[in-house]
C-alpha cells in the first residue's frame, strides 16, 4: 500500500449564531483527501478528513509540513507488520522534528489528516470505522448505537425566547431526548430566562438540559451562575472558565454539585492530564470532552484513554466534543458515553449520515466501509472535487 497524493482544501461552515466567545461569521475548516494505490471497483480507494467546528482551517501548517511529511517518507515506514497502513506509524511520521507543547492549530492539521488515515485504514480492509477500530483497540464487541444530544440555543440576532423553544421542540421531533443551549452572552437574568423558557419545553426536566459557557467566565461569576442554576438539576454546565484554568474548574466542583463537562478545547495528552490532576473533576459525575479532530486526532486520543483508565476513569464519562461521524465511530469502537449533534449547524461537514435515524436520543452506525462520508451526498461531492 502507497499513498498516492493528498489533496488539501477548505469548506465554509459559516453562520450567523454566536456563543458567549465568538460568533461563526468566518467559521471555516480544512478538509483532505488521501488517495492510495489500492484499487476497488475500479476506482483508488481515498481516505477523506476534516476538522470540527470552532477552529479555522490549518492549510498552512497542512501544507508547509503534514502533507510534506507523509508524501516524503519510505512508504514502509507507513505500514504494519501485515503491510497495511498504520495511522500510529503515520502520526510518527507528521510529528517528526516537532518540539512539544504549542498545541493547537498544529494539532487540528494532524487531526485532520489522522482521520482521514484511518478511514482510508478502514476503507482497504473493507470494514467500517467503527468496528475496524474496535477489534484493534477496543473489546471486539462495539456499542451498535450511540447516544447523541442536540447542541443549539446559540445567540442570534432577533432570536428571542419563543424562536428558542421552537428550535428545541425541533430537537425533540427529530428523536433527541436530551439537548444543550449556549449561556454567558446575556446577562444571568437573561439567560435565567431563556433556560426556564427551554424546561417548559422538556416538561421542567432539568436533567435533559445541558448548559454550555465556551470558557467566558471569571470564578465569580462561575460560581454566581453555579448557585443560580443548580436549583434545575441541569444534565451539566460546561466549560466554564478558561480551558486551561485548572484551579477555576477545581473551585467550581468544590461549589456546584452537578456534572460539569469540559476539555473541547485541550488539545494533547499533557493537557487532558493535568485537566485530570488539577482541574477537580469527579469521575463519579463529570465529563470529559476531548475533540479527537481537533487533538491531534485518535491516535492521541487513545493515549488521553489510557490515562483516564490508570486514573480511575470509565470511558463512559467522555463524550466528545464535534458533531459528526468520525467521533460517532470512535464513541461506539471504545464505548464512549456518547457523542455531540449538530441537527442544524455546520453544514456540510457535521451530522451524520443522510439516512441516519435518532430515536430517543440513540443513532446507530453506518455499515460504509471507513467513516462512511460517502452517505453524506452534499459533503462527499465536496470531499471528491479535492481529487477528481
Known amino acids: 500500500m502507497k499513498i498516492v497524493s493528498v489533496h488539501e482544501g477548505v469548506v465554509p461552515i459559516s453562520s450567523s449564531i454566536r456563543n458567549a466567545w465568538i460568533d461563526f461569521s468566518a467559521m471555516d475548516c480544512s478538509i483532505v483527501a488521501i488517495v492510495s494505490d489500492v484499487v476497488r471497483d475500479g476506482e483508488p480507494v481515498v481516505g477523506y478528513g476534516f476538522n470540527s467546528n470552532g477552529r479555522y482551517s490549518a492549510g498552512e501548517i497542512l501544507r508547509r509540513r503534514m502533507i510534506p511529511r507523509l508524501l516524503g517518507a519510505e512508504p514502509e515506514t507507513l505500514l504494519a507488520e501485515d503491510g497495511q497502513l498504520d495511522p500510529t506509524r503515520a502520526w510518527d511520521v507528521m510529528m517528526r522534528n516537532e518540539k512539544p507543547g504549542g498545541h493547537g492549530e498544529r494539532s487540528v492539521a494532524v487531526g485532520v489528516l489522522d482521520m482521514a488515515l484511518f478511514d482510508l485504514a478502514a476503507k482497504i480492509a473493507g470494514q467500517p470505522l467503527y468496528r475496524w477500530l474496535s477489534e484493534r483497540y477496543g473489546d471486539g464487541q462495539p456499542d451498535d448505537s450511540v447516544f447523541v444530544y442536540a447542541a443549539g440555543g446559540y445567540y442570534a440576532p432577533g432570536k428571542g425566547l419563543r424562536d428558542l423553544q421552537d428550535e428545541m421542540r425541533g430537537f425533540l421531533d427529530q428523536g433527541y431526548r436530551v439537548v444543550k443551549m449556549k449561556i454567558g452572552g446575556a446577562d444571568l437574568a437573561e439567560d435565567l ?28 461569576t462561575a460560581l454566581e ?8 438539576g441541569l444534565f451539566w454546565y460546561e466549560e466554564v472558565g478558561d480551558p486551561l484554568d485548572y484551579q477555576l474548574n477545581a473551585i467550581l466542583a468544590e461549589h456546584y454539585g452537578g456534572p460539569l463537562a469540559t476539555g473541547e478545547n485541550l488539545f ?12 477537580g473533576l469527579r469521575p463519579d459525575r463529570d465529563f470529559i470532552q476531548v475533540d479527537p479532530a481537533l487533538s491531534y486526532g485518535l491516535v492521541e486520543y487513545l493515549r488521553i484513554q489510557d490515562m483516564l483508565r490508570a486514573h480511575g476513569w470509565s470511558s463512559r464519562r467522555c463524550i466528545p466534543h464535534g458533531g459528526h461521524q468520525f467521533s460517532l465511530h470512535i464513541a461506539a469502537a471504545l464505548k464512549l ?37 460517502e452517505g453524506k451526498a452534499a459533503f462527499h461531492r465536496v470531499l471528491r472535487e479535492l481529487h477528481s
Open 193 to 220: 430566562k431563556r433556560i426556564e423558557a427551554v424546561l417548559e419545553v422538556l416538561d421542567g426536566d432539568g436533567s435533559r438540559l445541558a448548559v454550555d459557557v465556551n470558557g467566558r467566565f471569571d470564578l465569580a
Open 225 to 232: 451562575y453555579g448557585s443560580a442554576i443548580e436549583q434545575y
Open 268 to 279: 494533547s495528552l499533557q493537557d487532558a492530564r493535568n485537566l485530570i490532576r488539577y482541574g
Open 337 to 373: 458515553g456518547g457523542n455531540e449533534s449538530y441537527p442544524g449547524e455546520f453544514q456540510p461537514t457535521g451530522g451524520f449520515a443522510d439516512d441516519a435515524v435518532v430515536r430517543d436520543s440513540y443513532v446507530g452506525l453506518t455499515e460504509m466501509p471507513g467513516i462512511g462520508l
